[in-house]
């Protein structure tokens, strides 16, 4: 049986995306003076962070923190305290940067917020709310806690567009997220399981995305734990393992602002569909773009609905592709949903439970929300989307997939192929391959579609943790 989850301490965003609260806002914090001035600062803020035991009616707070965040606050992060090396080091570090695809026109020195010739990242504070009003005054009865002398400055207002079920490019979004083990959807799921579908397959290990519970190994994942001298007043969890927890209850969450080109996305739609006689196609347009995406732009998945989109199958995440499209006639191999979560169609084994045990060990929860001119500062025609992930290991599960499976040119036995939709071009453009009897289809000369603008990892504490940061000052730590 699963051990409950303690969602009076993890904060809401772990288990809800939102989906009610259509308008939010993310405000990028440096730290501007002592760290006991930020600390009182951001205590004020503390109170008013959401948990994770219901849907907020009408707006939610959640605060996450850089490593050097951390640091500046008064807790030291070294990689031996149980915090991972990727997060210590940070998203911009080369090493990150090379792996991640995050060079040309993805490097670090061009990104609006968070690159090294900017100004820091230590605290972020993501605002949601019912309408543009409401989050208008939440904005501002946040910057009055947060922004006083010596405390913090505003270094970046991320603004969102209005939430609906369409990303930029036109194509329904959020259909297939993980179900977390421990939630009334999991349950669900599970017990509805002998349908014959994957839903109770999509129900993963809390502690893939919450420290302190199991993951998919059977483990508890690595975690910050402190000596209990350093927590004398007792305000953290005890760990089994002794110490205070630090971890307990938290996430790691991957911010990325990822800029969506969508003109020069339709017009390579247009060129590669285009009739002999040099007409435009839209159906073929809309045909190639679901191709390359794996599903239609109304949801319906090519595997269930390979020649046209299907209103009854929008929301449809209940399939697999070893059994019913193992060559990619129906969803091509290289198609974005197909790398992002390749399902049952992964060794050892394709088709069976070890394979999707595989994936399982690869999910993360989207929380992302679409952005448009408005407010941004990313020029007046920019779309594109504030990409955040959680997870509890950045490397094994946000970077995997990013470079393993998105990235990598020769997924699932591909050429030249990297993902056609998200991933970085470098110094050519890719290939995008539609496999066919007899003959397959190949699209050269692939654009970048998406330019990554921004971004940092973070530390989502639990509200212990959050209180014990805000309040208590670690043995060594700075004032």
Known sequence: MATPLELDDIQGLVTRGYRTLTSASFLVLATAGPAATARAALGRLAPRVTNGLSDPPDTAVNVALTADGLRRLGRETPELDGFPYEFVVGMTDPDRSRF??????????????????????????MLY??????????????????LVPGAFTETARLGTAELTDREP???????SQPLIEG???????ASAAGDGGMGGEQVVKAGEFVLGYLNEYGLLTDRPLLPPRHDPLGVLPRAPEGGADFGRNGSYLVFRQLRQDVEAFREYLDAETRRPDGSSDPAAQEALAARMVGRWPGGAPLVRAPEHDDPALATDNGFGYH???????????????RRANP?????????TADSVAVGRRHRLLRRGRPYGPDGTGDGPDAHGLHFLALNANISRQFEFIQHTWLDNPNFNGLHDGPDPIVAPRQERRATFTEQGRPFRTRHVGLPQFVTVQGGAYFFLPGLKALHYLCTAVPEGGRQ
């Open 100 to 125: 991640l695809g995050d060079v040309g026109e993805n490097a670090p020195r061009h990104w609006r917020w968070g690159g090294p010739a900017g100004p820091p990242v230590h605290v972020l504070v």
């Open 129 to 146: 709310a019912r309408d543009g009003q409401r989050l208008r005054q939440l904005e501002a009865e946040t910057r009055r806690e947060v």
């Open 169 to 175: 490019f036109g194509f329904r979004d959020g259909i």
């Open 183 to 189: 939630l009334p959807k999991a349950a669900l799921a």
């Open 323 to 337: 059994a019913t499209d193992p060559a990619g006639l129906r969803c091509p191999l290289g198609a974005h949903i």
């Open 343 to 351: 399902r049952d169609s992964l060794d050892p084994r394709p088709g």
